[in-house]
């Protein structure tokens, strides 16, 4: 793969912390191309330097050294009102604790990342009424998180994430939280972004998850331990049940 091809190119990427006289060395070096549509999930055993890499491919934190390209955008090096841009514009958000505001609607968790990038209060309400009718939830957006299940919390928070039509979608342990069967819902859905053309990276623990991908990245002490793609597992039919009730 090409770095003219790549939605996403770091070369030699690497990221020190100083905890007192030590020096710890998260990443050594990472070299990496994710091509625009991929499905590619990041593993590796703790320590490894998978999380570190997530929030420098999430622009929530910038390199010791090499160079991160997203989009056509040299990212290191940049500052943090502008990470901030290319946080809201280019990247979603998925997170294992859904991190919704409790005393909000659906619909207002969602509308919120178009609040910070400035969009008018009737263009908010139509993009994320939109948003959650993608994920099947057109009929919760009046719904506080304590009124919807595990499953639907999540759906919410992919939708928040999908709202500002990123390139990328960033699942950080999506299905951590969830029981097996709603995580079988939430890949399924993954799934269905992937084939309507969303870009989608995953840090997962989780073997079965990461089979859900095409591609899998394993790090192990700060490095590329290996790269494969793979036959992906694909998701079954919901037996009858509807998505909006996960």
Not at 36 to 43: C, T
Not at 164 to 173: C, V
Not at 177 to 184: F, H, W
């Given at each position: 793969?090409?770095?003219?091809?790549?939605?996403?190119?770091?070369?030699?990427?690497?990221?020190?912390?100083?905890?007192?006289?030590?020096?710890?060395?998260?990443?050594?070096?990472?070299?990496?191309?994710?091509?625009?549509?991929?499905?590619?999930?990041?593993?590796?055993?703790?320590?490894?330097?998978?999380?570190?890499?997530?929030?420098?491919?999430?622009?929530?934190?910038?390199?010791?050294?090499?160079?991160?390209?997203?989009?056509?955008?040299?990212?290191?090096?940049?500052?943090?009102?502008?990470?901030?841009?290319?946080?809201?514009?280019?990247?979603?958000?998925?997170?294992?604790?859904?991190?919704?505001?409790?005393?909000?609607?659906?619909?207002?968790?969602?509308?919120?990342?178009?609040?910070?990038?400035?969009?008018?209060?009737?263009?908010?309400?139509?993009?994320?009424?939109?948003?959650?009718?993608?994920?099947?939830?057109?009929?919760?957006?009046?719904?506080?998180?304590?009124?919807?299940?595990?499953?639907?919390?999540?759906?919410?928070?992919?939708?928040?994430?999908?709202?500002?039509?990123?390139?990328?979608?960033?699942?950080?342990?999506?299905t951590g939280?969830?029981?097996?069967?709603?995580?079988?819902e939430i890949?399924?859905?993954?799934?269905?972004?992937?084939?309507?053309?969303?870009?989608?990276?995953?840090?997962?623990?989780?073997?079965?998850?990461?089979?859900?991908?095409?591609?899998?990245?394993?790090?192990?002490?700060?490095?590329i331990a290996?790269?494969?793609?793979?036959?992906?597992?694909?998701?079954?039919?919901?037996?009858?049940?509807?998505?909006?009730?996960?």
């Open positions: 793969m090409t770095a003219a091809g790549a939605l996403i190119e770091v070369r030699g990427l690497q990221k020190q912390y100083q905890m007192g006289a030590e020096t710890v060395r998260a990443l050594r070096g990472v070299d990496l191309s994710i091509a625009r549509n991929e499905y590619v999930a990041i593993m590796g055993p703790s320590g490894s330097g998978k999380s570190t890499f997530m929030n420098l491919i999430g622009c929530l934190d910038t390199p010791s050294a090499g160079e991160y390209i997203l989009n056509g955008q040299k990212v290191a090096g940049m500052k943090d009102d502008d990470l901030a841009r290319i946080r809201n514009r280019e990247i979603g958000f998925v997170f294992q604790t859904f991190n919704l505001l409790p005393r909000s609607t659906a619909l207002e968790n969602v509308e919120l990342p178009l609040v910070y990038a400035g969009v008018g209060k009737a263009e908010r309400r139509d993009r994320a009424t939109e948003a959650l009718r993608a994920v099947e939830l057109a009929d919760r957006l009046d719904h506080r998180p304590n009124e919807l299940s595990g499953g639907q919390r999540q759906r919410v928070a992919i939708a928040r994430a999908l709202v500002t039509r990123p390139s990328i979608i960033l699942a950080d342990e999506p939280n969830l029981d097996s069967r709603t995580s079988e890949m399924a859905l993954f799934q269905r972004l992937h084939g309507e053309g969303q870009t989608i990276i995953m840090v997962t623990h989780e073997p079965d998850i990461a089979a859900h991908a095409d591609r899998v990245v394993t790090l192990r002490d700060g490095v290996s790269d494969r793609s793979q036959v992906r597992v694909e998701v079954g039919a919901l037996s009858g049940r509807a998505l909006s009730e996960v």
